[in-house]
């Protein structure tokens, strides 16, 4: 599956009948809280001793609803998947041409 597509059969889930502005409200609340399931179960692994493995797909169906929130932002927008996903890449090449550089994470201009 692609971007596009994604966000095409991620849409089909949004309630119509809530205005854009409340949309991008709910979705803002929802990423919040998604997020915060995220790092709940990081730090469980990370500090108390769960194991990533068995955990996997339950990372997985959380940075699944993380990224349903993200596609509903941008649908919301009217901005595409792809261009946020190619935004950003080109933003990383010009921040780190030939990949990550430690010394050029401490020293970069932001944006």
Request: hydrophobic share 35%; glycine share 8%; charged share 30%.
């Amino acid at each position: 599956m692609n971007m596009t597509e994604y966000q095409l059969l991620a849409a089909r889930t949004i309630n119509p009948e809530q205005p854009d502005k409340e949309k991008l409200i709910n979705f803002v609340f929802g990423l919040a809280g998604e997020t915060g399931e995220t790092i709940d179960l990081l730090k469980k692994i990370i500090f108390h001793g769960h194991d990533l493995e068995t955990n996997r797909d339950k990372l997985a169906i959380e940075l699944g609803d993380c990224l349903w929130y993200i596609a509903g932002i941008a649908t919301a927008a009217g901005i595409t998947l792809d261009d946020i996903a190619t935004r950003n890449i080109e933003k990383l090449r010009r921040r780190y041409p030939d990949g990550f550089d430690p010394e050029k994470s401490r020293n970069r201009e932001e944006g």
